[in-house]
C-alpha cells in the first residue's frame, strides 16, 4: 500500500519566516551592488598567449569572425610567410606575421572604457541635427575607435560601457547571456506597492512580457517616489516603459550598475579605462 507524506508543519512555519524576512529585507539588498556569478575561464593550451587566426583578422578590422573564417578557406591569408587554410590555426600576436592582401596585420590594443554619461547626451556615434553625443564625453580616452556597447536614451543618465571587442560587445548585448542591469528609478507620483508586484509579476507592453529581476523602495521606503530595480531585458527604453505603463511619470532615470560594473569613484561626465581584472571577469560571468 502506498504510503501518504504529510509536510512537516513546523517546514511550512519556517517556509513562511523565510518569505516574511525577504519581503523585510528587500531594500537592503538592492542597496547593494548585484554581482554576476563567473565561471572558470577556458582553459588555453599552453598558457603561451596564443590565439585563433580568425580572432586576430577580426582585432585587426579586417572582417568579423565568421567572415574571416571565409578568407582563410579561400587561402587569402599568409603566416609567417605561408598560406594558412586551416580554421583552428592559432599564431602569437607578438610574434607572427600576418599578412592579408599582402598588408602585413597588426590587430589592434583592445580598450574598455565606463562612462557615467550626464543628461542631454546621445548615445550615437555622430548626429545630424548637432546634439551633443556620447562620442565628444571619450574622445580623448584612446586613439583606437570604440564604440558604445547597448544605449542609454537622452534623459537617462549613468554607466555606458565603450570598447573596440566585437565579440565582448556582442555577448554584452546579446539575450542569451541576460547581463543584469540596475537602476535608480524617481517618478513625479508616489508608486504603489501594488505596482511593485505588477512589475515583479510581470506586464504586458506593445512588444511582449516584461518583468523586473528584482524591484524595491529605495533605502527604508519613506520616500516612495524612488525605486531600485534589477533588470537584464535589453529591450529599447524599457524601464521607461514599464513605468508608464502603469502611469507614472519617470522623473530621473540612473543606471547605476551594469554586468558587475559600478559607478563608485566616477562622477558624471567622467570616464575610466577597466582594469585587466575588469575585463577578465566580464568574459566569464554567465
Given at each position: ?6 509536510r512537516?508543519?513546523s ?5 513562511k ?10 531594500n537592503k ?5 548585484f ?7 577556458r582553459a ?7 590565439i ?10 579586417v ?9 582563410i578557406?579561400?587561402g ?8 594558412v ?5 592559432k ?8 599578412v592579408?592582401?599582402?598588408v ?11 562612462l ?22 571619450v ?5 583606437e575607435?570604440?564604440?558604445p ?28 547571456y541576460?547581463?543584469?542591469?540596475l ?18 509579476k ?6 511582449g ?12 521606503g ?5 525605486v531600485?530595480l ?7 527604453r524599457?524601464?521607461?516603459r ?5 502611469g507614472y511619470?519617470?522623473k530621473?532615470?540612473?543606471?547605476v550598475?551594469?554586468a558587475?560594473?559600478t559607478k563608485?569613484?566616477l562622477?558624471?561626465?567622467?570616464y ?5 581584472n575588469?575585463?577578465?571577469f ?5
Amino acid at each position: 500500500m502506498a504510503s501518504s507524506t504529510k509536510r512537516d508543519p513546523s517546514s511550512r512555519n519556517q517556509q513562511k519566516k523565510k518569505t516574511t524576512s525577504r519581503s523585510a529585507t528587500g531594500n537592503k539588498k538592492l542597496n547593494k551592488a548585484f554581482v554576476p556569478k563567473a565561471r572558470p575561464a577556458r582553459a588555453q593550451s599552453a598558457g603561451d598567449g596564443l590565439i585563433r587566426l580568425n580572432r586576430y583578422l577580426s582585432n585587426a578590422g579586417v572582417a568579423s569572425r565568421r567572415e574571416a573564417d571565409k578568407l582563410i578557406e579561400m587561402g587569402l591569408v599568409k603566416v609567417n610567410g605561408n598560406v594558412v587554410t586551416g580554421l583552428g590555426t592559432k599564431v602569437n600576436p607578438k610574434t607572427d606575421t600576418v599578412v592579408f592582401d599582402d598588408v602585413s596585420l597588426k590587430p589592434e590594443k583592445m580598450q574598455y572604457v565606463l562612462l557615467n554619461k550626464p543628461k542631454d547626451y546621445i548615445t550615437t556615434m555622430e548626429d545630424e541635427l548637432g546634439r551633443k553625443t556620447v562620442m565628444s564625453l571619450v574622445q580623448s580616452a584612446c586613439k583606437e575607435r570604440i564604440y558604445p556597447v547597448g544605449r542609454l536614451d537622452r534623459n537617462t543618465t549613468g554607466l555606458l560601457l565603450f570598447t573596440n571587442d566585437g565579440e565582448l560587445a556582442k555577448r554584452l548585448t546579446h539575450p542569451r547571456y541576460a547581463f543584469p542591469k540596475l537602476y535608480h528609478v524617481e517618478t513625479s507620483e508616489k508608486i504603489k506597492p501594488e505596482d511593485l508586484d505588477k512589475i515583479r509579476k510581470g506586464v504586458q507592453l506593445e512588444d511582449g512580457y516584461i518583468k523586473a529581476d528584482e524591484i524595491e523602495y529605495v533605502g527604508e521606503g519613506s520616500n516612495r517616489r524612488e525605486v531600485g530595480l534589477r533588470i537584464h531585458s535589453g529591450r529599447n527604453r524599457i524601464v521607461r516603459r514599464i513605468f508608464e505603463h502603469l502611469g507614472y511619470t519617470i522623473k530621473k532615470l540612473d543606471r547605476v550598475m551594469f554586468a558587475g560594473l559600478t559607478k563608485k569613484d566616477l562622477p558624471k561626465g567622467r570616464y575610466r579605462h577597466l582594469s585587466e581584472n575588469e575585463v577578465n571577469f566580464l568574459r566569464m560571468i554567465r
